[in-house]
């Protein structure tokens, strides 16, 4: 499924001009960040790569490196919004995710209106839409999902237990690998503990 701007242009139609696309990553790891970004491009604007855009779980790593910096480089802004783990224990996941909207949102220098993934109906300042499968269709979403993706990818492979745990490798999420981990060397204080208490996984 390729991506597209009929979203954008739409409200554009509208009268709004600086549109965001937004995305998060890290919801459902056991440990590291919730991390989401948002982005605003200009819908009328073709560059290099554009037409590799996609949902950055169905991209290549190096793949998406490549198409970070581009969009970086090529897009009229760019946020991120960072909720800690400790902050994911004492909110619960849905306000967390809410709360990385937000200050991804409040990171951007000007935004009139915010395309959000997902179903869920967030508190939000501003004019938005929660778009479901949003990465897989809209553009702006898209690429938010890159550059989130590639932004907290480098987050847990810079995390001082990094090495322990292998973080680079798996995220923070629940594969064999890092159960194996946390059985051997136990809970770091970049875990969420909230999620790991009751999973049987853990000795």
């Known amino acids: 499924m390729y991506t597209n701007f009929d979203y954008e242009k739409e409200l554009i139609s509208q009268g709004y001009k600086l549109i965001a696309?937004?995305?998060?990553?890290?919801?459902?790891?056991?440990?590291?960040?919730?991390?989401?970004?948002?982005?605003?491009?200009?819908?009328?604007?073709?560059?290099?790569?554009?037409?590799?855009?996609?949902?950055?779980?169905?991209?290549?790593?190096?793949?998406?490196?490549?198409?970070?910096?581009i969009i970086k480089k090529e897009c009229i802004d760019f946020s991120f919004g960072v909720v800690s783990?400790?902050?994911?224990?004492?909110?619960?996941?849905?306000s967390a995710n809410g709360l990385s909207f937000e200050r991804a949102l409040q990171g951007l220098k000007k935004v009139d209106y915010a395309l959000v993934d997902g179903r869920d109906l967030f508190d939000l300042w501003l004019p938005?839409?929660?778009?479901?499968?949003g990465d897989n269709i809209s553009t702006s979403i898209a690429v938010a999902s890159i550059l989130a993706k590639v932004e907290r990818d480098g987050i847990m492979a810079?995390?001082?237990n990094c090495s322990i745990y292998h973080f680079d490798k798996h995220a923070g999420y629940g594969t064999k690998l890092h159960f194996e981990m946390i059985n051997k060397h136990g809970?770091?204080?970049?875990?969420?503990?909230?999620?790991?208490?009751?999973?049987?996984?853990?000795?």
């Open 21 to 69: 696309g937004v995305d998060e990553v890290g919801r459902g790891a056991l440990a590291g960040p919730l991390l989401s970004c948002a982005v605003i491009l200009d819908a009328a604007k073709d560059f290099d790569g554009l037409a590799e855009i996609r949902d950055s779980k169905k991209i290549s790593s190096k793949k998406r490196e490549r198409l970070s910096a």
């Open 85 to 94: 783990a400790r902050e994911i224990d004492n909110l619960g996941i849905s």
């Open 128 to 133: 938005h839409r929660c778009v479901v499968g």
């Open 158 to 160: 810079g995390l001082p």
């Open 187 to 203: 809970v770091s204080d970049q875990h969420r503990k909230s999620f790991l208490k009751n999973l049987s996984n853990i000795k």
